[in-house]
């Protein structure tokens, strides 16, 4: 399989539940919604608007690196915000952009043809110098899977821990197409 076509998917999918998680919290807290963007999971771990935007770096770094392109500015730009985030949380409005952003991005890089050479290696840096040489299919199922899915399911957690009633639908809203006719609970879908 063309990782291009896992990962895509799956960045949509899990990206656009993470924009309904957020409009579900201003909903149900209107006065707090805000104020969720500092809030984590523990004190060494980054803050909600944090990983929103860790979580948009990710599936585009994962997208321009299945490509075989460079990284345009903006995903420095996207880290910076994420690495300051606790100064400057920004609004949920902004995290919802960032989102949308990276959703139209995964769009238009999954459109393009996958380069040639499925088995060409990536290296992969690590900002503290540490560098994984891989294939395209391990960077995509090693790396980019796993580091993409820790930021995402680190913000529903902390959505969850401070009172916003998600459950699992919310997470898996992606699979009711998929659901076979009157085997939902009660009888319906």
Same mark, same amino acid.
């Given at each position: 399989?063309?990782?291009?076509?896992?990962?895509?998917?799956?960045?949509?999918?899990?990206?656009?539940?993470?924009?309904?998680?957020?409009?579900?919290?201003?909903?149900?807290?209107?006065?707090?919604?805000?104020?969720?963007?500092?809030?984590? *999971?523990?004190?060494? #771990?980054?803050?909600?608007? =944090?990983?929103?935007?860790? %979580?948009?770096?990710? &599936?585009?770094?994962?997208? $321009?690196?299945?490509?075989?392109?460079?990284?345009?500015?903006?995903?420095?730009?996207?880290?910076?915000?994420?690495?300051?985030?606790?100064?400057?949380?920004?609004?949920?409005?902004?995290?919802?952009?960032?989102?949308?952003?990276?959703?139209?991005?995964?769009?238009?890089?999954?459109?393009?043809?996958?380069?040639?050479?499925?088995?060409?290696?990536?290296?992969?840096? *690590?900002?503290?110098? #540490?560098?994984?040489?891989? =294939?395209?299919?391990?960077? %995509?199922?090693?790396? &980019?899977?796993?580091?993409? $899915?820790?930021?995402?399911?680190?913000?529903?957690?902390?959505?969850?821990?401070?009172?916003?009633?998600?459950?699992?639908?919310?997470?898996?809203?992606?699979?009711?197409?998929?659901?076979?006719?009157?085997?939902?609970?009660?009888?319906?879908?």
């Amino acid at each position: 399989m063309n990782p291009t076509n896992l990962l895509a998917p799956t960045y949509r999918h899990m990206l656009t539940a993470l924009s309904a998680w957020l409009k579900k919290a201003e909903a149900q807290m209107p006065d707090k919604a805000e104020g969720l963007l500092l809030a984590q *999971l523990a004190p060494d #771990m980054f803050p909600l608007s =944090t990983q929103i935007r860790f %979580a948009c770096a990710q &599936a585009q770094e994962g997208m $321009y690196r299945l490509q075989d392109e460079e990284f345009p500015r903006s995903i420095e730009v996207l880290l910076d915000e994420g690495r300051n985030a606790r100064e400057h949380p920004g609004t949920m409005a902004d995290a919802r952009s960032r989102i949308e952003e990276t959703l139209a991005l995964v769009r238009t890089l999954s459109d393009r043809p996958a380069p040639a050479d499925p088995d060409r290696f990536i290296a992969h840096e *690590l900002p503290n110098g #540490m560098v994984f040489d891989l =294939t395209v299919d391990q960077y %995509a199922r090693d790396w &980019a899977i796993g580091q993409f $899915y820790f930021h995402v399911m680190t913000a529903y957690a902390i959505l969850r821990n401070n009172g916003v009633q998600l459950g699992k639908a919310d997470y898996v809203g992606h699979m009711f197409p998929y659901l076979r006719p009157g085997t939902a609970p009660g009888g319906h879908g």
